[in-house]
C-alpha cells in the first residue's frame, strides 16, 4: 500500500518514435525556439544520445537527455509539460538523468539555460551545477543569452 504522502511514482521509458506526437505538443508550448520534429528524430538516430521520456500513469508528463562525449554528459533537454510544472518533476527528471549519466561513465555534467530561466537555473544551482561562462546570443531568434552550467559527477 502506498502512503498518501509519497510521491507519484514516475516511469522513465528510452524515447520511441511513437513518443514524437506528444514530445512536440509539449514541446511547442514550453519553448519560444522549440526542437523541430527532426531534432528528436536525430535523438533517435545518435548513438551518444541518452534520452527518456517521463510518464505519470499513462500521461507523458515530460521527457530529457543528454549527449555523452568521452566524460561528459552534455544535459540536451529537461522539459515537463506546462499542467505538470511545480511538482517537482523536473527535480527528479534531472536526478534521473545525472544518475543515468553516473551509471554511463560520465564524469561531469554541463548545460546551457536562457538567463531569463531563473527556475531552471535555481534548480540546476542547488543539484550542485555552477556557473562557468556565457554563451552571447545563443537562441538565434530571441537573442537570448545561454548561462553555461557544470556539474562534477564523482
Not at 498518501?4 to 506528444?22: C, F, G, I, K
Not at 561528459?72 to 499542467?83: G, K, L, Q, Y
Not at 535555481?122 to 548561462?147: Q, T
Request: charged residues 25%; glycine residues 6%; hydrophobic residues 40%.
Amino acid at each position: 500500500m502506498t502512503h498518501p504522502s509519497a510521491p507519484p511514482e514516475l516511469q522513465y521509458v528510452p524515447l520511441a518514435q511513437e513518443h514524437l506526437d506528444r514530445i512536440m505538443a509539449i514541446e511547442v508550448e514550453a519553448y519560444p525556439e522549440p526542437w523541430t520534429r527532426g531534432m528528436f528524430v536525430d535523438e533517435l538516430r545518435n548513438p551518444r544520445s541518452h534520452f527518456d521520456v517521463v510518464f505519470l500513469d499513462e500521461a507523458l508528463v515530460g521527457y530529457g537527455g543528454f549527449w555523452l562525449v568521452l566524460d561528459e554528459a552534455h544535459i540536451t533537454s529537461v522539459t515537463v509539460c506546462r499542467d505538470q510544472r511545480g511538482r517537482g518533476y523536473g527535480r527528479r527528471l534531472m536526478e534521473h538523468l545525472l544518475e543515468r549519466a553516473r551509471t554511463v561513465g560520465a564524469r561531469l555534467a554541463t548545460l546551457e539555460v536562457r538567463m531569463s530561466n531563473l527556475t531552471a537555473r535555481n534548480l540546476y544551482l542547488s543539484l550542485g551545477f555552477r556557473p562557468v561562462g556565457i554563451r552571447k546570443d545563443y537562441y538565434p531568434r530571441s537573442h537570448e543569452d545561454a548561462m553555461v552550467m557544470l556539474a562534477e559527477l564523482t
